[in-house]
């Protein structure tokens, strides 16, 4: 038996980002990646390391393997793949898709892939990505992984500004000569991804009704996904700003294991609190302390962010936190019986 099975929430996905270096260099990406950051991949020791403590928590069922573009090594990655699913671990995969040139080539990949037992695939494209893969590869990739009967997701990056919308994607001529009304399509999800400003001045439109993800029910990915990031952090979450959260670093597998950075990371007040009501609820709290006015983010990560990398909020919440823990805590409680349930 593990330490593991002591905490409170069990963990159902681990993701592994296998290096920071991409074939495009999409404007908002969330951890800056480009061609240009050679340099940042994983090793497969370290890999190795990894998927053997996470084999070990007995909850996590799933394995992501992203980045980064994580095609870029793809010997390093199908041996990842064939060594997870070995220790029982599901697969997926996440990519822009700059590989599947021409269907042959999708389809010699996917094979290989599904061969050694990946198990899910997803996509990404939209404006920012066709500026470096067409979107022509991603429909070969998406035909070539749906004839091996991998499930497939497709994410549009979404917001009111972008042209390409995820309808653009079903209505694709390669989309209606192999997909449509075919058994295979329900392998397929096309689905919208809140696209978000970090890196620029651009300030994006959002319809508040169909885009605006402000989390109001509690953030999950708090204590669900445990990641291992490229340069070989341990991460707590894998949402789009972990890597501007310094508390969301939780060490190096070198320095201590596994289950330990686990049981300190749900041991912390904030992020349990941030588990129960998300960030956005807690930052409403927080500003009503600081008498700041409350800022309006599209997605609930950028609140998490602004929480963290705000130190009259966390000043306010050292503070204050005794007037809000115990019902906190009440609630993190049967939240957690809920959750596990759920993932058993
Ligand atoms: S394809 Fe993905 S990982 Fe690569 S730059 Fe674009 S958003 Fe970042
Ligand atoms: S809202 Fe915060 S805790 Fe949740 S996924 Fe985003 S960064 Fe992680």
Not at 95 to 116: C, D, P, T
Not at 178 to 199: D, G, I, N, Q
Request: charged share 20%; hydrophobic share 35%.
């Amino acid at each position: 038996m593990t330490k593991n099975n002591e905490l409170l929430v069990q963990p159902r996905t681990a993701a592994i980002l296998m290096t920071y270096q991409c074939t495009a260099a999409c404007d908002e990406c969330c951890f800056s990646c480009s061609p240009h950051l050679t340099g940042t991949a994983l090793t497969y020791e370290k890999i190795k390391s990894f998927l053997d403590q996470v084999s070990e928590i007995p909850s996590i069922k799933i394995v992501v393997f992203s980045g980064g573009e994580c095609f870029l090594d793809f010997e390093l990655l199908k041996q990842c793949i064939q060594y997870a699913t070995q220790l029982g671990l599901l697969t997926r995969c996440v990519s822009n898709g700059f590989w599947a040139k021409n269907l042959e080539q999708a389809r010699q990949k996917m094979h290989s892939l599904k061969s050694v037992g990946l198990h899910e695939m997803n996509f990404s494209t939209g404006d920012s990505h066709q500026q470096f893969v067409p979107v022509d590869s991603v429909l070969n990739g998406t035909i070539a992984s749906v004839e091996e009967s991998l499930y497939t997701c497709i994410a549009v990056e979404t917001n009111s500004s972008k042209k390409f919308t995820a309808e653009d994607f079903k209505k694709h001529p390669l989309y209606l000569e192999y997909l449509a009304s075919t058994s295979k399509e329900k392998f397929v999800k096309v689905m919208p991804a809140t696209w978000v400003s970090f890196h620029t001045d651009n300030v994006y439109d959002f319809n508040q009704k169909i885009e605006y993800d402000p989390n109001d029910q509690g953030c999950e990915g708090m204590f669900d996904t445990i990641s291992l990031e490229a340069r070989g952090d341990v991460v707590g979450c894998c949402g789009i700003t972990s890597n501007d959260i310094e508390e969301f670093h939780l060490g190096k597998l070198s320095n201590q294991n596994l289950d330990e950075m686990l049981e300190n990371h749900q041991n912390d007040f904030l992020k349990i609190w941030i588990f129960v009501d998300g960030p956005k609820k807690v930052i409403e709290q927080v500003a009503e302390w600081t008498k700041e006015e409350v800022p309006l983010y599209a997605h609930k990560c950028l609140y998490c962010a602004a929480l963290y990398n705000n130190p009259s909020f966390l000043k306010a919440i050292q503070e204050n936190y005794l007037t809000v823990k115990e019902d906190v805590l009440s609630r993190f409680l049967s939240k957690s019986v809920v959750f596990n349930m759920a993932g058993a």
